[in-house]
């Protein structure tokens, strides 16, 4: 009697370990990828950084994805030097990375306020500047309401950076060095820019590139591959299943026939016994995956000393996958009982029955 109950707990228990593992790693892959970008595009800025001579107008085929930037390092806010940006708040968004999971106001936000005109500093470093009416900048006092930010784009590590309009720089009539920030593949970029008086360039994707990200990468793909293997067993521990009730199932469709149910009808209450127990195992897997993703989120964090920390990346598409795979299997299974059931003979199965 306890056969059927406890091979079924077992199929949902066996589905929910592939789940989980394909989950968790996908999860753990993703974030420590997403985490590692942030933190290189935020340190640079954005993709490709190039530092100038002079101040030259953006190339046509990088005007939509860049901006020009003028960097000035002799600026005090609250007692503290920081480096100031100008940047102009009509371009600077589509050029400067920025993540929607970073914490404290948007990009968009900040950049919008001085579009307005709002006499703002955006400072990022230096809490307790914060509300500072009054900022030096190369020994003089310009008015502006210091606003404090967990994160600027282009901010380094220990230096506080302060973003202000790039019309407050041009009024104070400072030397400053211009940069060219552009958004895109850094090899399709570098050609665009050949004529231009460049002096020096950064790349995002050079800050983070020490091999720590290729061990995990090899360590949760591993996981997949056995996912993979045991959803395999999953399947055959399915027919297995269905194949240890066909005796009965035949004696109970022979009945249900004579009682004018359709074969659809059946099929259909066989999908709901399959799919109901891979889809108890789905969703024990996806809360099983949640819970080890809740508990060891912050050591997805490679370099803890640098914002953004950890962002995490829900591996949404594997979920949706992992759903459509266990509906076909379900259709699958279903659609061969099914079969196996409609070829028997009503007269052996009813001289058959015990």
């Given at each position: 009697m306890l056969a059927g109950p406890v091979a079924a707990a077992v199929l949902a228990g066996a589905t929910a370990v592939p789940v989980a593992l394909a989950v968790y790693g996908a999860s753990v892959t993703g974030s420590v990828d997403r985490t590692l970008h942030a933190e290189g595009q935020l340190i640079v800025g954005t993709d490709v950084v190039f530092s100038l001579e002079s101040r030259v107008p953006v190339p046509p085929g990088l005007a939509d994805r860049a901006s020009l930037v003028s960097a000035y390092g002799n600026a005090r806010v609250g007692g503290s030097t920081v480096e100031v940006l100008g940047v102009d708040p009509a371009t600077f968004g589509r050029a400067a990375f920025w993540d929607p999971a970073l914490p404290g106001p948007s990009l968009d936000d900040l950049l919008g306020r001085l579009a307005r005109g709002e006499p703002i500093a955006a400072l990022a470093g230096l809490n307790r500047a914060d509300g500072t009416s009054t900022v030096d900048i190369g020994g003089r006092g310009v008015p502006l309401t210091v606003v404090a930010v967990p994160q600027l784009p282009g901010k380094k590590s220990g230096n506080p950076l302060l973003l202000v309009r790039q019309d407050v720089l041009d009024g104070l009539g400072l030397v400053t060095r211009p940069q060219l920030w552009v958004r895109g593949d850094p090899d399709e970029i570098r050609p665009q820019v050949s004529g231009l008086p460049v002096r020096t360039y950064a790349e995002a994707s050079t800050v983070t590139a020490a091999g720590v990200y290729s061990p995990i990468t090899?360590?949760?793909?591993?996981?997949?591959?056995?996912?993979?293997?045991?959803?395999?067993?999953?399947?055959?521990?399915?027919?297995?299943?269905?194949?240890?009730?066909?005796?009965?199932?035949?004696?109970?469709?022979?009945?249900?026939?004579?009682?004018?149910?359709?074969?659809?009808?059946?099929?259909?209450?066989?999908?709901?016994?399959?799919?109901?127990?891979?889809?108890?195992?789905?969703?024990?897997?996806?809360?099983?995956?949640?819970?080890?993703?809740?508990?060891?989120?912050?050591?997805?964090?490679?370099?803890?000393?640098?914002?953004?920390?950890?962002?995490?990346?829900?591996?949404?598409?594997?979920?949706?996958?992992?759903?459509?795979?266990?509906?076909?299997?379900?259709?699958?299974?279903?659609?061969?009982?099914?079969?196996?059931?409609?070829?028997?003979?009503?007269?052996?199965?009813l001289r058959d029955s015990r």
């Open positions: 090899y360590t949760f793909g591993f996981l997949a591959a056995v996912s993979l293997l045991c959803g395999a067993i999953i399947v055959v521990g399915l027919l297995l299943y269905l194949t240890a009730k066909a005796r009965a199932r035949r004696s109970a469709y022979v009945l249900l026939r004579r009682m004018s149910v359709t074969p659809a009808d059946h099929w259909r209450a066989l999908c709901f016994e399959v799919g109901g127990l891979l889809l108890a195992g789905f969703v024990t897997g996806l809360v099983l995956a949640a819970v080890a993703v809740g508990l060891t989120a912050r050591a997805y964090d490679v370099n803890p000393a640098t914002l953004p920390g950890t962002l995490l990346s829900p591996p949404w598409g594997l979920v949706a996958g992992l759903a459509a795979a266990a509906a076909v299997t379900t259709a699958l299974a279903a659609g061969a009982a099914q079969r196996a059931v409609s070829r028997a003979c009503p007269a052996e199965v």
